[in-house]
């Protein structure tokens, strides 16, 4: 089994100080979480992959969304996320596969199984997760170090999609 580690969306803009108040991770449990997980996978061998999720810069967009808009310091890694490796991919969508870079790396590594953490867990790790099903890539959820802010119904209803296709969580 050939593993990697895919840190999903641990951006500026969701975890630090000026972030929207919808945004209300504890960001230094988080962070402490994911960078242990990012330093357990680096010293086993694994590739460590980061994943940036980035929304054009259009006025529309910076009225409807307000972060994670490209070019601006919001949309940065975190800067108290430890960054191991150059494998920093940016998606315009949830599915951080939607990536041809990405997917070719995948390819070229020889990697079968990606286990994700990061934000949110509703949101870019369960599109994440389904799309690597859909592409029959294995793919894991780790608990520790991966989070969201959405209410209890929507994380069942996430569980059950993925339960479903097939992912679990570890």
Known sequence: MNTALIVIDMQNDYLYEKRKPRFTYDTDKLVGDVNALIHEYRDKGCEVIYIRHIIQ???????LFGYSIAGTEGAELYSGLDIVSEHIFDKLVGDALSNRQLRELIQQKGIDTLHLCGLDECGCVTSTALGA???GIKAE???KGTVSVFHEKKIAKAHEK???AGVKFI
Do not use: E, F, M, S
């Open 57 to 63: 810069n259009l006025p529309t967009n910076r009225l």
């Open 133 to 135: 099903a859909k592409r």
């Open 141 to 143: 959820i780790l608990r």
């Open 162 to 164: 993925l339960q479903k």
